[in-house]
């Protein structure tokens, strides 16, 4: 016997907002909400926003492996969501986290720990 239930959809009024890419994916800033340190950028459609927004963990989808993960599920490095925000033209959610232990995959605190070296005649 089939679940006669319906299937979870993101809020409409929430999914009218998003301007998705041909993929149906919209950008994710994760940033540590009270430092606002940039943690990370991942890819969310629809379901991993909805996910993200109705449990309080940062879900996403994942273009190389072709599913879903809860951040730090299987590390232990969890994302506890405190807000979701969503920029002017739709096309990308910042999500304000309290990140527990490294937001990389490499261990770093943050993805963004390495700097290129400057441009010669361009001033900072």
Do not use: I
Not at 13 to 29: C, I, K, R, Y
Not at 47 to 69: D, I, N, P
Not at 72 to 86: I, K
Not at 92 to 103: I, K, M, P, T
Request: glycine content about 8%; aromatic content about 6%; some cysteine.
């Amino acid at each position: 016997m089939s679940d006669p239930r319906p299937e979870p959809v993101l809020v409409p009024e929430v999914a009218a907002l998003l301007s998705h890419d041909p993929n149906g994916l919209v950008a994710a800033v994760v940033q540590q909400h009270d430092t606002r340190e940039v943690l990370m950028v991942a890819w969310m459609d629809d379901e991993a926003l909805r996910r993200t927004l109705t449990t309080g963990r940062a879900t996403y989808w994942s273009r190389s492996r072709g599913e879903y993960w809860v951040k730090g599920e299987t590390s232990g490095n969890r994302q506890w969501v405190r807000e979701v925000r969503v920029d002017c033209d739709g096309d990308a959610l910042l999500v304000l986290v309290d990140q527990e232990g490294a937001a990389c995959h490499t261990g770093e605190r943050s993805c963004f720990y390495r700097t290129l070296p400057a441009v010669e005649g361009v001033r900072p």
